[in-house]
């Protein structure tokens, strides 16, 4: 069966304390993996899609890495504007998104 | 990135009413959209995909009676919640895909906060 996990849940970092967001996937045929910001009461904002393993994407304070079971999202030097949902989605099928739960971020000042 | 607009970003309606909820891609045709519902803390589920020109296609569980979806244009979608009732009430999110050689990337509306009192 299709499936994406993320983890942790939820994270609460200290500004500047850099980590990584997980999202594990189970899909046969990987055609893209896509991150998105998601800020409450708001759609979510694309952030980037990786599509083979080893590839790796980075925007500002966040690297998105690909291996052939798992991404990461990892943070350097978060800063309190960073707090947000983050969300991974594999497509499936023709169409369909599959997406993860989601890492509640929270980043302290 | 692409434009998708949506409208209302919030609403408020008694039971028993029907709310019309619009999707738009502004700078690009999208011949597919998709309608997802977001409960706190979770994560989007998919309710159907909007097909334009044809009948969309309903995830199982979803009712198709209830949420009425029309894709009249390459650039609109809409979604009708019929016979609204309290547990209508959510985040209803559409999304549109807009294709660039390999590059598919979604691209979504600011969603609709759904209050049904």
């Known amino acids: 069966e299709d499936q994406v996990t993320q983890s942790p849940e939820a994270l609460r970092l200290q500004e500047g304390e850099s980590s990584s967001l997980n999202c594990s996937y189970t899909?046969?045929?990987?055609?893209?993996l896509f991150w998105y910001r998601q800020d409450p009461g708001k759609g979510p904002e694309f952030l980037f899609t990786?599509?083979?393993a080893g590839e790796e994407k980075e925007k500002e304070r966040l690297k998105a890495t690909l291996t052939k079971k798992e991404s990461f999202l990892h943070i350097t030097a978060p800063k309190p504007e960073d707090s947000a949902t983050y969300l991974c989605a594999v497509p499936v099928g023709t169409y369909k998104y599959i997406f993860g739960t989601g890492t509640r971020l929270k980043v302290l000042a | 990135g692409a434009v998708v607009s949506q409208h209302p970003s919030r609403v408020i309606c008694k039971s028993g009413t029907s709310v019309k909820i619009e999707c738009r891609s502004l700078?690009?045709?999208?011949?597919?959209m998709f309608w997802y519902r977001q409960f706190p803390k979770k994560s989007l589920m998919l309710m159907a995909t909007s097909n334009e020109g044809s009948k969309a296609t309903y995830e199982q569980g979803v009712e198709k009676d209830k949420f009425l979806i029309n894709h009249a244009s390459l650039t609109l979608s809409t979604l009708t919640v019929t016979s609204a009732h309290p547990e209508d009430s959510s985040f209803y999110i559409c999304s549109a895909r807009k294709d660039r050689g390999r590059d598919t990337e979604a691209f979504f509306g600011q969603g609709t906060r759904l209050t049904v009192v």
């Open positions: 899909v046969s045929g990987l055609r893209g």
């Open positions: 700078d690009f045709q999208a011949t597919t």
């Open positions: 990786l599509y083979s």
